[in-house]
C-alpha cells in the first residue's frame, strides 16, 4: 500500500473531533484521506467522503485494522453499501476487543508496574526517588507505547491484506490469551502492592498516627471505609459514592478525636 | 505561584490532554506521568507524582468505553501542581480539590463533546461543496481542546487557591482531610483487588 506511512501517522489522530453523533467519522476520513484522493477524483471523490463521514466507533489502537480493511476495499472499488456494512462490523468487534485488552487490563498493568518498579528501586536503593520515579513511569510506558504502536501498524497491513473480509484480523493474535495472561499477571502485580502496602501501614505506621489508640481508631475507620467500598460496588456505584461516604466517616471521626482529646 | 509558572502548568496540562484523547493515546498524560512533568515545572516532581498515583488509582475506575467519559487526569494534576508547595503539609486538601476538579472538568469535556455534534453539519456541506479539508477541522478541535483545557486550569487553581487557604488554616478541617485522605489507597487498592479478582475468575 503505497499510503502506508501517511495512514501509520494519521491513525494517531483517530480520536481527535470525537463527537456524540458520529464517534470518530473526522479521525477515519482523516486517516484515510490519502488514499481516498488517490483512487476517487469528483463527485466520486465526494460520494467517498460522504460514505466514511458516517459513524465510526472502535477502539483507537485497533482502528488500523479496519483503516486498512477500508482503504483495501476503496482500491478494489467495492460497492459503498458493503464496505460501510464491513466497516461497521469489524468496528464493533475489534472496541469489544481492544476495550478488553488494552483500557480494562493493560493500562492497569502499566500502571500497578510503575508502582512495582518505584517500590523496587526506591527499597533497594538502587535509584534517588526522582530518578526512580522517571524510570518507574517511562519503562512500562514504553513497553505499552511499543505494543500499541505494533498494533495500529501491523492492523493496517493486516486489514489492507484481508480486507473485504467481515472478519479480517479478528485472529491475528491470541487475544483470549493475551486476556488471560494479562489479567493473571495483573493480579499477581496487585497482591505483592497489598502485602507490602499492608507491611508498611500496620509495621511502619506509614501515614498513620504514631500513637496506639489513634492507630487503633484510624485503621478501624480505614476498614470501614473498605466495607463501605464493597457495599457500593454491590450495587454497582462508582467510587465516588465511597469518596463521599468516606468524607462523611472522616468528619465523624475528626468530631469524636476532637471530643476524646 | 507566579503568574509565568501557572501558564506554564496550565500549557503543559493542555497538550498533555490533548495525548489523553485527541492524538497519540501514549499514556503519557496519564495522572501519575502528567503530575510527574506538571512537578518539573513547579519544583516538586516526586509530590506531584504521589498525587497522580493516587488520582490515577481512583480514576482508573473509570473506563474510557463508547460514549463514557472519565474524570481528566490532566486537569486534576495541573490544580495539585498549581496548590501544593515543597513540603507535604497541605497535600491531603490539593489532593482532594484536585481529584473533584477532574471530575468537573470531565462534565466540560462532555459540554465540548457535545458542541462537536453540530460540525458534522459543515462537514456534510463542504464536502457536497468540495471543499472539504479534514486536516483543518482535526487542527481546530485540537486547539480548541488546548484552549477549553488550559484556560480552566487556570481557572480552576484561581478559584480554588482560597478554599485551599480556608482548610488549610483550621486545624480540625485539615485534621478531617487528613483523616478522610488515610482511607483513599485502601479504597481504591480495595478496589482494584476485587475487579482484578473478577476478571481472573471470568477468564479462568
Same mark, same amino acid.
Given at each position: 500500500m503505497p499510503e502506508f506511512w501517511k495512514i501509520f501517522f494519521r491513525? $494517531?489522530?483517530?480520536?481527535?473531533?470525537?463527537?456524540?453523533?458520529? $464517534?470518530?467519522n473526522l479521525g477515519f476520513i482523516f486517516a484515510l484521506e490519502p488514499v481516498l484522493k488517490r483512487i476517487h477524483k469528483g463527485e466520486e471523490l465526494k460520494q467517498a467522503y460522504l460514505r466514511h463521514i458516517e459513524i465510526f466507533n472502535t477502539q483507537p489502537y485497533m482502528a488500523g485494522f479496519v483503516l486498512g480493511n477500508a482503504a483495501g476495499m476503496e482500491e478494489k472499488k467495492i460497492d459503498g453499501q458493503q464496505i460501510l456494512k464491513i466497516k461497521q462490523s469489524l468496528a464493533c468487534a475489534y472496541a469489544s476487543i481492544g476495550d478488553r485488552i488494552f483500557w480494562a487490563r493493560l493500562r492497569i498493568s502499566v500502571f500497578l508496574a510503575t508502582i512495582l518498579l518505584y517500590f523496587l528501586l526506591t527499597v533497594l536503593q538502587i535509584l534517588p526517588p526522582v530518578k526512580a520515579a522517571l524510570f518507574a513511569l517511562a519503562v512500562p510506558t514504553a513497553l505499552y507505547c511499543a505494543f500499541s504502536i505494533y498494533i495500529r501498524a501491523a492492523g493496517i497491513k493486516k486489514g489492507y491484506l484481508c480486507?473485504?473480509?467481515?472478519?479480517?484480523?479478528?485472529? $491475528?493474535?491470541d487475544w483470549n490469551k493475551i486476556i488471560k495472561v494479562s489479567s493473571r499477571a495483573n493480579f499477581a502485580i496487585l497482591v505483592v502492592i497489598i502485602f507490602y502496602g499492608l507491611f508498611s501501614a500496620i509495621v511502619y505506621r506509614t501515614g498513620f498516627s504514631k500513637d496506639n489508640d489513634l492507630f487503633a481508631f484510624e485503621f478501624l475507620f480505614v476498614i470501614t471505609a473498605v466495607l463501605a467500598q464493597r457495599h457500593f460496588r454491590a450495587q454497582k456505584k462508582p467510587l465516588t459514592w465511597t469518596l463521599f461516604s468516606c468524607f462523611a466517616g472522616a468528619l465523624v471521626f475528626a468530631l469524636l478525636k476532637r471530643f476524646f482529646a | 505561584m507566579e503568574t509565568k509558572e501557572l501558564l506554564y502548568i496550565c500549557a503543559a496540562a493542555g497538550l498533555l490532554n490533548l495525548e489523553t484523547?485527541?492524538?497519540?493515546?501514549?499514556?503519557?498524560?496519564r495522572p501519575s506521568f502528567a503530575g510527574f512533568i506538571l512537578g518539573l515545572i513547579c519544583g516538586y516532581p516526586l509530590q506531584c507524582f504521589f498525587a497522580g498515583l493516587l488520582i490515577e488509582a481512583i480514576y482508573l475506575d473509570y473506563t474510557p468505553i463508547g460514549g463514557a467519559v472519565p474524570p481528566n487526569g490532566a486537569a486534576a494534576c495541573a490544580v495539585f501542581a498549581g496548590l501544593a508547595?515543597?513540603?507535604?503539609?497541605c497535600f491531603s486538601i490539593c489532593f482532594f480539590i484536585a481529584l473533584f476538579s477532574g471530575f468537573i472538568y470531565a462534565a466540560a469535556d462532555r459540554k465540548i463533546r457535545e458542541m462537536k455534534n453540530a460540525w458534522n453539519e459543515f462537514y456534510q456541506m463542504e464536502i457536497k461543496e468540495g471543499k472539504f479539508k479534514p486536516a483543518v477541522w482535526i487542527a481546530t478541535s485540537l486547539l480548541a481542546d488546548f484552549t477549553v483545557l488550559s484556560a480552566s486550569c487556570a481557572i480552576f487553581i484561581i478559584i480554588l487557591r482560597p478554599l485551599h487557604s480556608f482548610l488549610y488554616s483550621y486545624p480540625f478541617l485539615r485534621s478531617w482531610m487528613e483523616t478522610a485522605f488515610l482511607a483513599v489507597p485502601f479504597i481504591a487498592f480495595s478496589s482494584f483487588y476485587f475487579r482484578l479478582a473478577g476478571q481472573v475468575r471470568k477468564n479462568a
Open positions: 491513525s $494517531f489522530f483517530i480520536q481527535a473531533g470525537w463527537n456524540y453523533m458520529k $464517534f470518530q480486507s473485504g473480509s467481515g472478519y479480517c484480523g479478528l485472529d $491475528f493474535l | 484523547i485527541q492524538a497519540g493515546q501514549f499514556l503519557i498524560s508547595d515543597k513540603s507535604y503539609e
